[in-house]
């Protein structure tokens, strides 16, 4: 049963734990509705029929009825909110731990905003379930039962009259899911079309005002849309039909019972308070499986949100242990990879790049140098092949012990709200304030930090808003300085800025990599002609390697490349 | 709450009566489910009172038919909505892609498409819940407590007035449910932070991992889920009390009443009606209630539409705002640009302040800045899909919006960094420019912005399909293809984002070629990355802070002491940089 909620419902075994107690509180709250039926049953009784029992056996039989209830009901808001909002934390902290131990390429993959909302929206709708619905929903299952033993049990015909078309309605709302799943499915396929179909417009919506195609794809869309409604309505309308017939197959229950009983009373089969009693239970019923009805809609909602939380929890994190890796050279031999199956982007690629030595990739774009830095630093695991780090397979290393050797500077920075100093530190927690200033002279930041209003102490807005590309890549620089891996990786970090930013840039690059062993991209051909090693990379292999004097007279495409690098620089208009 | 309908239901004119419909038979099922109950009271009252079993049985099936009669009057008012729903829906989309048609570019420069679509796909269909399923609910609700009401006072005053009681008590603790205020604001505020929190770990997850720095990110989130579950809590339980006596008033309502019936007079003379009295108080109490929890989920879901069909509304407001004015002005006289005291912002802050300057017709300019200088804005206003905040652009001596849309799209063209494909053939792609041209002129269009190289990659050459079922091409490629539509459509006047050669480094030279093709016997304006690149063009205007700064031919230019001289030094100086300079 804890089993069951943890996999239904996506919850910490803690939290199902203590749902399990709301669903048992809610299960004594159904059945403590009952007692007062039975109480106004002995009224009638009385009243009627004349058994006559004291005032006072009424008064404190009230009493202990009301004051139980209440009791239950406390017990059930305690149980039922404090597991709620236990859980809704629980969960959210297990969810931001589990996304913290999946490798990086998971973030390339999904949408930033998605994996918010998941944190956010889908644990809120699991929440809002779990004090609402989830109790209620699985305590009627227990409790039921019980009631159409009890009443089929005292007698057959009247209990089968009450929980029959109950049980006839409900397989009909089973079945009618189906068949709206069925026909949904039509639906949702024009529904992603007409989403992919927006996107379009929205995305080329330049283009499409300025080639004067607004008016005609206006029209396009506007019929999409009338389409999709019709679709809509056709499937509502066939499972509006089961669910008709389910409801009104309800509604028998109560109406069985009573033209069943009258004829039984007739026949003298039964008394009144008998036929009383089961009209009062049959109300009941009608009146817990509406709410229920109300219940399991909420639940089928909740099954896409779960079913991302559990996409989260199950996604594969990266294996590796804690080990200190001695030396840097990084070996590549015959590795290959690729993002989707069908289109390999790497086809065995082999080469060394020596400790304290800087190797470049340069190739054409798409040729696969980005996807090698990738897998160099484990923001994606190669396929086949190895790649070894001081004589170590990186897969077998934990990316924290990987990231303890590596500094990467991308060309988009990701900064933080909160303080100039912060956000450098993050390069090493325990560096002093005089060793981040210290970081951030090196790094060129010093001038525009001291233009900020507080200096250091700037708050910089959310994601550094407040600051521009230039000044952004120079604090990214600043944690590398403050971080002093032996091992740096630059990617294309200067291939968004204007000239007087990349010149700052370029100021602070070579001291950051003095005696580093660095591996690097960088658009600018003739700014890695220095390198001890180039490697061409050409269509997912490597082309050659060796200094730049050498591959002028040994590789085509570099030959190539340099060629329309010149050509490009002597241009004019 | 009437609010949102009236509001919503604006957006559905053509559908109006549906509203009718609904809410007419929607009572009409309460008014039969409501006269089930006061048929199962005379029933019981035939059962228990009279002891006529034979009559009772008449009532049993009137109680039948009506509620079979109610469910099924509810389910076709309900269709009815759907109907309504499903087609402001439809409604509410088709205003937006008519927005989308007509705001200008400024919009777009400001919100994401994927934003734009997001808004527009789920407030739309939310909207649609509010109307299918709420409309008849709230029918239904506001009708039925009266109706229940009728019957308790048609059994008899007593249990009129007991029901009145109860629906009060019940009234009074929903209104007491809201929680308290202080509470309400700091568990709000705690959801704020717990959001902003979110978005900012799940951004810097990278940044976090590769520096090791987990501990202290989490540290933030932590405090703030732990804080909202906290606050969550604190208000959860501030309603507990009402919320619980609520509940105990309707499940236990038998237990409450039983005691106090001892204390009415000549309660053991009247016996069997008292019995059927306290019967029917139960039953109708209990359909009170649920009823009334009903208002509640009611008020709860209109509350949640209203704030869909506000944002909704909010964007296309954003949209209309910016909405372009055409005029009727066919043809220039010349085409001569004029920017004339122009300023021009995307937030509060101007990104141009008051820029006047003219471009005459048929020469090149080039727009050279730092980043963040306004010369990509400058160029973008060109194209004349922009509205300035202030000031005017001319061409040939007339305002751009005194022309019309056709004549604006027929001689302007750009071909900025981020040329966007259509889903189908590369063809598809050059031909859309001028619909009039033969086969013949497009591939002229192809070859001449160089794009022969392109083709040849594939196997179906131009009519290769583009996309998901098809091929990507690179930045660089994908500019080239904006350039043959620009070449085919063969506009006066052109603006154009020079191959910056971070884009595509290979294919550089290739752009500048087709670049060049492009610029022959045409007004150019170009906003340049490669200063190497600009020297030959007829004029050079810097761009500083949103202004021109200097302008002249580079001859002028370097000639004196000036910004752009700088700019070219700098160039130099970063074209030349080495990595390992001193080794």
New interface residues.
Partial sequence: MRKWLERRFALTPQGAAETMRAILASFL?SL??Y???C??LL??D???F?RHRS?SF??V???V??IV??LL??LE??CM??A???E??NL??EI??R??KLP?SY?SKH???D??QT??ADVDAI?HAM?HSIPKFVAFFFYFPILAVMLIGYDYKLGLAVILPIVLGYSLIALSKKVQIRMNRKYYLQLREN?ES??????????????????P??TK??AQ??E??KL??IS??TS?VP??SA??VM??S??LV??LG??M??SGGIS?LV??AY??AA?KIK?AV??IS?NVSELYYLDARIERINAIRNAPVQAGEDAGISGCDIRLKDVTFSYNEDSPVLRGVTFDAAQDQ?T?LVG???CGKTSILRII?RLYDYDGGSVTIGGKDIKGIS??SL??K???VFQDV?L??TSVMENIR??S?DATDEQVREAARLANCEEFVSRLPEGYDTKIG??GITL???ERQRLSIA?AFL?DAPIIILD?IA?????????KI?DS??QL?AGKT?I?I???????????QIVVISEGKVDAAGAHEELLGTSHVYQ??VK??A??????? | MFKVYKKLLAYVPEKKYMISISVFLSIASTFAIAGAYYY?YL??ER??VVGD??G??FY??V??SL??GG??VY?IG??AS??LG??L??NL??RG??G??E?S?RF?DLNS??R??KI??DNASQTHTIVAHLLPDIANALVKPFLLLIIGFAVSLRVGIGLTILTVAAILLYAGMSGETQFMKRYQQALER???E?????????????????????KA??EA??D???F??NY??SC?VP??LL??AM??????L??F??LLPG??MH??E??VE??ML??LS?VMF?TIMKVM?VVMYSFNGAMAVDKLEEMYEEMHKDTLRHGTREDFANYDVEFDHVTFGYGEKPVLDDVSFTLRQNR?YALVG???SGKSTIAKLI?G?YRVDDGEIRIGGFPLEEYS??AV?ENI??V?QD??L??TSLYENVA??DRNAGREKVMEAFRRAGCDSILDKFKDRENTLIGSKGVYL???EKQRIGIA?AIL?DARIIIMDEA???V??????EL??A??EL?KDKTVI?IAH????????DEILVIGDGRVIERGSDRELMAEDSRYRF?QD??A???????????
């Fill in positions: 709250v403590s509705t007692p007062p039926a109480l106004l009224v009638i009385d009243f009627v004349g005032v009424y008064i039989l009230s009493v009825i009301l209830i209440l009901l406390f808001y305690d909110y404090n709620t909002y236990r809704s934390a959210r902290t931001a731990d996304l913290n990086l973030f949408d930033t905003s994996l918010t944190i956010m929440e004090s989403s927006f996107q379009e417009a929205i995305e080329n919506a330049q283009e499409i005002r300025s080639f004067g195609l607004s008016g794809l206006r869309l506007d849309m009338e999709s409604e809509h309505l509502e309308i509006a669910l008709l409801n009104i509604q028998l109560l109406a009573i033209l009258v004829n009373l007739m009144v036929l009383t009209i009062i109300l009146e509406e709410t109300e800087v470049a054409v774009s798409g630093s990316t924290s990231f303890e590596i500094s990467i990701t933080f709200n993050l390069g927690r959310e994601n521009s590309g230039g944690r971080k294309e291939a968004a800025l204007d000239v007087e930013n990349e010149n370029q690059l070579n990599i660095v690097i960088s658009h600018r051909l003739k700014s890695i002609e220095n390198a001890d190539n490349l329309n690098a050509l490009a620089e002597k241009f004019m208009y | 199962l029933f019981f059962l228990i079993y034979t009772s049985a049993a099936w109680i039948f509620l079979i469910t099924t389910f309900t269709l759907h109907v499903f087609r829906e439809t989309r088709k892609i008519e989308l048609s705001a570019f777009f498409s994927g734009i679509r527009i796909d717990l959001s902003a979110s978005v900012e770990y799940v951004r810097g997850i990278q940044v976090v991992k590769i520096f090791n720095a987990d501990a202290r990110s989490f989130l932590h889920i732990h909202y579950a906290k969550a809590l959860s339980m507990k919320w619980v509940q105990w499940f236990a309502v038998a237990a409450i039983v005691p019936i001892f309660v053991f016996g069997p008292t019995a306290l019967l139960m039953l209990g649920s989920y090149s730092a980043s963040g194209s899909f849309e056709k799209l063209a750009f900025f040329v966007k259509f889903k859309l420019a690179s930045g660089g539509r459509k910056s050669a971070a595509d480094p290979e294919n550089e030279h500048q070629k670049f060049a610029m170009m490669r200063l190497t690149s600009v020297r030959n063009v700019f700098l160039y100086q970063a074209n030349d940089w080495r990595v390992r300079e001193h080794a």
